[in-house]
C-alpha cells in the first residue's frame, strides 16, 4: 500500500475546509439576519421610489401652476388694454359730450 503523502493530506483537508465555508455560506444565505436585511432593503427602495414619484407629482403639479399663472397673467394683460381703450373712448365720449353741453350752454345764454 501506498503511503498518504503531505499533498494528499493538505488536499483532503483543504477539500473538507471548503466543504464547510459552502455550507457555512448556505446557511448564511437562509438567516433570519439576511432576510431582514433583504425586507429591509426591500422596504428601503420602496420609499425611495414613493418619494421620487411624489417629487415627480409636486413638479408636474408646479409645472401646470405655473401654466395657469401665465394664462391668468396674459387675461389681465388683455383686460387691462381693454380697459385702457375703453378709459379712453370713454374719455373722448365725455370731452364731446362736455363740449356739447358747452355750445348748449352757450346758446342759452345767448336766448336770455
Keep these: 500500500m501506498k503511503k498518504k503523502t503531505r499533498t494528499e493530506d493538505l488536499s483532503t483537508e483543504l477539500k473538507k475546509l471548503g466543504g ?5 455560506l ?3 444565505a437562509a438567516s433570519a439576519e439576511l432576510k431582514a436585511v433583504k425586507t429591509e432593503l426591500g422596504e428601503s427602495f420602496a420609499r425611495i421610489g414613493e418619494k421620487i414619484a411624489a417629487a415627480a407629482r409636486k ?4 409645472a401646470r401652476n405655473d401654466e395657469l399663472r401665465a394664462q391668468a397673467r396674459k387675461v389681465a394683460q388683455a383686460g387691462i388694454k381693454a380697459t ?10 365725455l370731452r364731446e359730450v362736455s363740449a356739447r353741453l ?6 342759452l345764454d345767448g336766448k336770455k
Design 20 to 24: 464547510k465555508v459552502h455550507e457555512a
Design 26 to 28: 448556505e446557511a448564511a
Design 59 to 62: 413638479a408636474e403639479e408646479a
Design 84 to 93: 385702457a381703450g375703453i378709459q379712453k373712448n370713454l374719455a373722448g365720449g
Design 102 to 107: 358747452d355750445e348748449l350752454a352757450k346758446k
